[in-house]
């Protein structure tokens, strides 16, 4: 055994205070050949993880935990006092009570330091040794400041719960008192209590200090210039035994007890199977006695009868086929004692939807469960979608099944609430998760820590790109962008802030609520894992994060949000306003309306669907039917990409589906011979090679591992199966190999065909019933400017007209009126909702507003402020009481005055016989204000909405846009679609601008435009913003001479040219150095005069190439053709019309075409 053994030290999940994650503590350990560590975080985050790793290392975890300790002292005049304790678990009955203690720790401390009191640890001491706090302890303080008494009615207080079990701990620092510890270690002997000696440790090695103290700055919101703040000791390292035994050399029982304490810590917490919750049955259920397989055997027939009831049998197959499938089903889920598992999940969804709450149709393989379709699970049939119920649970691998929900996120924290009610808020938690220091984070942090300027740490920052779904790590970012190194060669404070930055990059910065995961416990939670209490949500989580709160034996559901579902539950109640019922279960799956919308692309807002890839491949695709959506989502995912020209390959002309064998040609025929989906690889063996079901799920597993001696295995019972089935080897090995291909990119279809669902419903809604679908889907993002913004731009795409908000008219949600939908009140910026709910419950109460004076008379100015007030103008929610804006934007001032006095003298009580006709009397007087110019007033009105309502800044410069032959966007697409021309001049208002570093470090730029017909988005390379970066701001109104780069049916935007038509800018840009003059003039940008040009050819080959060049309808020059006729014998000169353009660039391929002359007649 060791000569020392750590007993404190921090991991990684000591949150913002230690920088070593637990891998390292056992690098560190096996580096001093240390057999045994002890952890003691604040927490117990990482127990169960230090556990395993610790022991998979072969060294001895011992699991401990810093609590703070809330006592009274006769001594102290009975004055509350907190002061650190640690806990070591020293049996499995103490690892139990440092979980209840923890737990109790985080529930209890009231928003204050989390804490136990002395009640706590009687109460929950069995099997813990106690360390009595290291020199943080108040034991040294009362020492040091001569309060002997105090520190011994404290320690002999520690003794009589712990007894032999409590330890007086001793740490030595450069800065420790000498006197304190000798007055510790003599009451310890008066005593008969142990001494142990003991180190801090929060970082590795000691030139890592520097880093965690900028941690500790981090934490504590400090700057390292900062005398005055809380330092931690340079000793806090990973001290090697020789080292402490050197320190403590005087006191060797110091150093031999740190192996005692090891000696009675073996036990630690082991991984554990799943310990599944009983369903807890209703009353009458109850009554009945009956158990959990006969209550599941019970639900899913009488569900099964319903359901064939409603939608009937798939086409080919008949009741009792579905019979024998639930049987066969059933079978497994009782012998896999499983039947709790899907009645708790049953009555969970079943809640829900009898309460009216949205429900996804599943997702995941459960949606091939026949008895999850039955119980309401689940909305797909898996027989008429040929679904696989082994890929979700097969005898032959066991594990645990996983039904994941989607609900509609508004009312999820409902279902939860049922759940906890259900089973007990002491079984029932949700799952806690930790926020990393991220590149960009750690970077802006370390940078507040050590003061830099702001700019100079943002733009650092910003030469990170930035994703989310796939963050670049720092060391990737330095290693591939060449500004960052050499700003980190050339200064050394870049140098200073980047080094450290990579020492604290990966660690936890803060502990929140997973966005699904709950978990239901048969016994009380802290049996299993310690608990947390989330201050930003108050509720009660796993102090175990998602993979570990499963590994300590806790099943798992996970309860999502999915917003779609509550998109399609608004749509259907805005129908159900204007007197039109759908029930969108029943929708068919074969509407024209909705499949014709899916193959023209036109699926913005529609879910799985609205990427513009996706949006492509559905033109090409051309889905006929259902199974071609569910395929489409299969398909567009990294890997299986590489399927995509096959299958619109074989769906375009039949005759190339390779013919593999008749047994399996029906299992590919909804794919076109291609092999997308999980299930066709486990059907294939099953037909061709004689598997069951379950043997062919562990084959496409196989596939997916490539592990060679498993595929030699599998191989040879494919082959022995298939030639039993009278199929060649030599064509066995060809399918088996095909299959093994595709296998590795197989998805699920249960998953694939459950969102095809989901989508086909919000698109059938948006093609039969636009107007209420794009409500609803604009009413979800109430309140978020630039999410309604887009939204809005589609609206316009699809030509519905959009009513402005308004004071009478306007709901807190967008809403149909006639053919229109009206604004959102709650959409407008600063009107918040009790500003939005005070204004509608007064119209509900009293009727519309008939003037401003009434308006300010019966609204509270307490909801409705001046922030309120001035949204609500500038967003013209007002016009149809006072059209001129400027007029009580100018005078809002008065409004408030009066609308405080009359607030007030209603909440005093005052009333008179004379207060109504003096009030009526004394009409607010406003000031005459010039009204605002409509550039002025519709700026003001997209700032306030997001969009321009009563006009467009454009419309001031109709003349120049005609005069440069400019278009909409919107004709543009349709002018490109239908091969008319791909390039044009388009013009539009800066809407946004967001810059982007490649991995190069080169810079670029998306710039969101706004003209008449839309908003669009447009991508400016690095050479672009060089030449125009002063144009591009927002609110500046620019003009674009753009070209259509295709891709298939995908459109992207060339931008080969920018002016300002901004007036303050013109003379810079008509006099700058972008462009030599002529080359302006020919390019039409300055002067846009019609010119005529013969294009002489001697070859008449190349006509094809100078067709496909020349796009009519792109500007206003005249175009002739001259060549020589050979059946004519002659010179033809053809005139081909004058709305051509002919640029640099038109130019300059022409003339490069072989024998191709470019004359200017002019």
């Not at 497994?332 to 899907?342: A, E």
């Not at 972008?1074 to 390019?1083: G, I, T, V």
């Amino acid at each position: 055994m060791s000569n020392f053994i750590h007993l404190r030290v921090r991991s990684s999940y000591a949150l913002l205070e230690s920088s070593i994650h637990i891998q390292k503590i056992k690098d560190l350990c096996i580096k001093d050949q240390m057999p045994a560590v002890g952890i003691s975080d604040p927490n117990l985050f990482g127990a169960l993880e230090f556990s395993e790793a610790m022991a998979n290392s072969g060294i001895q975890p011992i699991i401990g935990t810093t609590l703070n300790l809330s006592f009274i002292l006769n001594s102290n005049k009975n004055n509350n006092l907190i002061t650190p304790i640690s806990l070591i678990s020293s049996s499995e009955i103490g690892y139990k009570n440092l979980m209840k203690l923890s737990s109790l720790s985080f529930q209890s401390n009231n928003g204050n330091l989390p804490n136990v009191t002395t009640s706590d640890l009687y109460k929950y001491s069995d099997g813990l040794i106690c360390l009595s706090g290291g020199q943080k302890s108040l034991i040294y303080d009362f020492l040091k400041h001569k309060h002997k008494d105090a520190a011994l009615e404290y320690v002999l207080m520690i003794k009589s719960i712990f007894l032999d079990r409590f330890y007086i701990e001793l740490q030595r620092y450069s800065n420790t008192d000498f006197l304190a510890e000798d007055q510790l270690i003599n009451i310890a002997y008066d005593q008969d209590i142990g001494v142990v000696a003991s180190n801090d440790v929060f970082f590795e090695e000691k030139d890592h200090y520097e880093a965690n103290d900028v941690l500790q700055c981090i934490a504590n919101s400090d700057v390292i210039s900062n005398p005055n703040r809380t330092h931690v000791s340079k000793d806090c390292y990973f001290k090697s035994q020789g080292e402490m035994i050197e320190l403590f050399k005087d006191l060797p029982e110091a150093i031999e007890n740190t192996v005692v304490i090891a000696k009675r810590s073996v036990y630690r917490p082991q991984i554990l199977p799943p310990i599944l919750p009983k369903f807890t049955s209703d009353k009458q259920e109850k009554e009945d006695s009956k158990s959990e397989n006969e209550l599941l055997i019970n639900q899913a027939k009488i569900g099964l009868d319903d359901r064939l009831v409603k939608f009937g049998e798939a086409d080919g197959f008949d009741r009792n086929f579905y019979k024998d499938r639930l049987q066969s089903e059933l079978s497994i889920i009782i012998d896999m004692d499983y039947s709790g598992y899907f009645l708790i999940v049953s009555d969970i969804i079943n809640w829900s939807k009898d309460n009216g709450i949205p429900v996804g149709p599943g997702r995941g393989s459960g949606a091939g469960s026949l008895v999850a379709w039955s119980l309401g699970i689940t909305d797909l049939d898996p027989i008429k979608f040929n679904l696989v119920f082994e890929r979700f649970l097969n005898p032959h691998r066991v594990s645990l099944p996983d039904f994941d929900i989607d609900f509609c996120p508004i009312r999820r924290d409902e279902v939860i609430d049922y759940i906890k009610k259900r089973y007990g808020n002491d079984k029932v938690a949700q799952i806690i998760t930790f926020g990393k220091l991220q590149a960009r984070a750690v970077i802006r942090d370390v940078g507040r820590v050590l003061e830099l300027p702001y700019s100079q740490v943002d733009s650092l920052c910003r030469l990170i790109p930035n994703n989310p779904a796939n963050p670049m790590s720092l060391h990737e970012a330095i290693n591939q962008i060449n500004e960052i190194r050499q700003l980190r060669e050339n200064d050394e404070t870049i140098d200073r802030l980047l080094f450290l930055s990579l020492s604290l990059e990966g660690l936890y910065r803060h502990a929140s609520t997973h966005a699904a995961g709950v978990v239901i416990s048969k016994e009380n939670l802290n049996e299993y894992v310690p608990l947390y209490m989330d201050q930003k949500t108050n509720s009660l989580v796993t102090q175990f994060n998602m993979k570990w709160v499963e590994q300590a034996g806790l099943v798992k559901f996970d309860i999502l949000g999915l917003k779609t579902l509550s998109v399609i539950n608004e749509c259907c109640k805005q129908l159900d306003n204007i007197g039109v019922k759908i029930d969108i279960s029943a929708i068919s799956l074969e509407d024209q309306n909705t499949l014709k919308l899916f193959r023209e692309g036109r699926t913005s807002g529609i879910f799985q669907f609205e990427s513009a890839g996706m949006k492509d491949l559905l033109i090409k695709a051309q889905p006929d039917n259902f199974e071609d959506l569910i395929a489409l989502i299969a398909l567009f995912r990294p890997g299986p990409m590489e399927n995509i020209p096959q299958y619109l390959n074989s769906k375009k002309s039949k005759d190339q589906i390779e013919d593999l064998h008749e047994l399996i040609n029906p299992i590919i025929a909804d794919t076109y011979g291609v092999i997308i989906y999980q299930e066709q690889v486990i059907q294939i063996a099953q037909k061709l090679a004689n598997y069951s079901l379950g043997e062919a799920d562990l084959l496409r597993r196989a596939m997916g591992k490539k592990i060679k001696s498993e595929m030699d295995a599998q191989r040879d019972k494919f082959i022995s199966g298939s030639f039993s089935n009278g199929v060649s080897t030599e064509r066995a090995i060809y399918i088996f190999d095909l299959v093994d291909k595709f296998a590795g990119y197989g998805f699920n279809k249960a998953h694939s065909a459950a969102y095809a669902l989901i989508a086909f419903q919000t698109a059938y809604l948006k093609a039969n019933h636009p107007l209420a679908f794009m409500s609803a889907l604009l009413t979800l993002d109430v309140g978020n400017i630039d999410k309604v913004s887009n939204i809005i731009s589609e609206v316009k795409r699809m030509k519905i007209n959009l009513l402005p908000p308004s004071i009478n008219a306007s709901f807190h949600n967008f809403s149909i009126e006639e053919s229109s939908i009206r604004f959102s009140i709650a959409s407008i910026k600063n009107v918040g909702a009790q500003a939005v709910e005070n204004i509608i419950n007064e119209r509900n109460r009293n009727g519309v507003f008939k003037n401003i004076q009434d308006f300010i008379t019966r609204i509270d100015n307490h909801y409705v402020n001046k922030r309120a007030l001035e949204g609500l103008i500038l967003s013209g929610a007002f016009d149809e009481l006072e059209s001129n804006r400027a007029k009580l934007h100018e005078n809002i001032d008065i409004l408030l005055m009066e609308s405080s006095r009359l607030t007030k003298k209603r909440n005093d009580g005052q009333s008179d016989i004379f207060a109504g006709i003096e009030d009526e009397q004394n009409d607010i007087f406003l000031p005459k204000v010039d009204e605002w110019s409509l550039n002025k007033k519709i700026s003001s009105e997209y700032e306030y909405t997001g969009s321009y309502l009563s006009g467009h800044p454009l419309e001031e410069y109709s003349s120049e846009l005609e005069k440069y032959s400019v278009i909409t966007y919107s004709d543009f697409l349709n002018n490109v679609k239908i091969k008319k021309h791909k390039q044009a001049r388009l013009a539009g208002v800066v809407q946004n601008r967001v810059n982007r570093r490649g991995k190069t470090g080169r810079m670029y730029s998306f710039i969101k435009l706004s003209d008449r017909s839309q908003e669009f988005e447009t991508m400016f390379f690095s050479d672009l913003i060089d030449r125009y970066n002063d144009q591009l701001f927002i609110g500046n109104v620019i003009l674009i001479k753009v070209e259509a780069e295709t891709q298939g049916d995908a459109i992207r935007l060339k931008v080969n040219d920018v002016i300002s038509l901004n007036p303050d800018l013109k003379h810079d840009l008509n006099n700058n150095n972008h462009h030599k003059a002529e080359d302006s003039l020919e390019d039409g940008f300055v002067k846009d005069e019609c010119k005529n040009y013969t294009i002489k050819i001697e070859n008449i080959s190349v006509i094809d190439s100078i067709a496909n060049k020349l796009q009519s309808g792109s500007g206003t020059d005249s175009i002739n053709l001259l060549f020589f006729d050979k059946n004519l014998k002659k010179d033809v000169n053809l005139a081909i019309g004058n709305n051509y353009l002919l640029d640099i660039d038109t130019k300059e391929y022409l003339r490069n075409l072989p024998g191709v002359e470019i004359y200017n007649k002019d």
